[in-house]
DNA sequence: GTCTATACCAGGATAGAC
DNA sequence: GTCTATCCTGGTATAGAC
């Protein structure tokens, strides 16, 4: 991976992420890469090529925040854990999150199996605990997740108060 | 309102939906509602304005719904109605709110007023309840919406089984 | 690996007839 | 109110030189 190619994905994350995917055009990430546009092809073949360089990148980190949730043992602490995730997500990768959920509302592109293995190990956490419905629980959770997540990322940081009245509900403080 | 405006208000709302704004060409649009490409624009000046058209339709409807809950007084019942809100929307609305959603994430068209009202007057509800921190509360409640409604939109109808879960945690069963 | 030049097409929008 | 024809810009993508 060349300086101009991490330039090319850098900015292509930064103009996908404001205007959307379909409303950037590839002269203007040429533009703002300080690169011509043709590399752009040469590169990534297409817009389309463009756009799963920067995702899979992404994606790797993402399921690493997820991994690590995962192999928590004790199921409470899992639980809290996850339910703390939308505010610590650090503000740099706010661009990429903010691609993704977008992405989401785009035909085809809506995959859910990257967050499966979580939302699977936190119904066994509300199982352990004894709750009623585990797996909804943890649909519950997930819901939480992508609600906190909009949220901080369309008006910035979700406020401290939400988690903590959250935890609360659970009797997790 | 011509019974030719409707159809192409109609197509574009399908299509906008299902695509996005900026993939959708007027020109489908044409094609899928049986109408000449220079009649949209004589009729909505321009694409934005056709997008303009459909959202001020929508959004009438979507205070409808608002209002009805806001008007209940009944504390208790004020919460728990806004907490069903995204399990009783019509199957019919779904184009229209996928809409909504997706345009949420694309550049200046986020405008969250329509919900700030009711977001209010959840706040005045908790606090009439006792609760400690009633606008985050509130706000809780409306990221809980939010995030049912996406999953509800995004992967088809959400479990009942999550609202009966939610509504205990606030012991609103 | 990178740039310049360019092909080619589709998109939004307008003009003018009916 | 509606259609047909057309303009023009800008978007994706390729070719070829360096």
């Known amino acids: 991976m060349t300086e101009k190619q991490e330039k090319i994905i850098w900015s292509a994350l930064e103009l996908f992420a404001e205007f959307g995917f379909d409303a950037t055009s ?3 990430v040429a533009k703002k890469a300080g ?15 463009l756009l799963m360089a920067i995702m899979n990148q992404g994606i790797e980190r993402a399921t690493g925040y ?22 610590l997500i650090d503000e740099s990768e706010n661009r990429f999150w903010k691609l993704i959920y977008a992405l989401k509302w785009q035909r085809g592109s809506y995959d859910d ?8 190990s936190l119904a066994e956490a509300f199982n352990a605990l004894g709750y009623d419905h585990p797996y909804a629980e943890a649909e519950l959770v997930q819901v939480f997740i ?23 509900k659970y009797r997790l403080t």
């Open 66 to 87: 997820f991994n690590e949730i995962i192999k928590i043992n004790d199921p409470a602490e899992r639980i809290k854990q996850a339910l703390s995730l939308p505010f």
């Open 146 to 168: 992508d609600g906190v997540a909009t949220e901080a990322l369309l008006k910035g940081k979700a406020s401290e108060q939400l988690l903590e009245i959250i935890l609360n």
């Open 35 to 49: 690169v011509s546009e043709g590399l752009i092809f040469r590169h990534f073949e297409n817009k389309e090529g």
């Open 26 to 28: 590839t002269s203007k």
């Open 113 to 120: 199996s990257m967050a499966d293995e979580l939302k699977k």
